[in-house]
């Protein structure tokens, strides 16, 4: 398997995605580096903001 390839296991998981998938296949369709770079920017601010909320649920 090589570093580019992605593998999906379509199994549905509790709890928000932790991976950047997304990202990586813009980048493998041949999108341009900005666009790639412009989405992992809104991921990080995203993930930001997730991160400053309380949880949904008690813990």
């Known amino acids: 398997m090589a570093a580019h390839d992605l593998v ?6 509790p709890g928000p995605l932790t991976t950047r998938n997304a ?3 813009l980048a493998l369709a041949g999108y341009p580096p900005a666009v790639v770079a412009d ?4 991921a990080a ?9 309380p949880p949904l ?3």
């Open 8 to 13: 999906f296991d379509f199994v549905l998981k």
């Open 23 to 25: 990202m990586r296949v």
């Open 39 to 42: 989405a992992r920017a809104v």
């Open 45 to 53: 601010r995203l993930d930001e903001q997730q991160a400053q909320r």
């Open 57 to 59: 649920l008690p813990q």
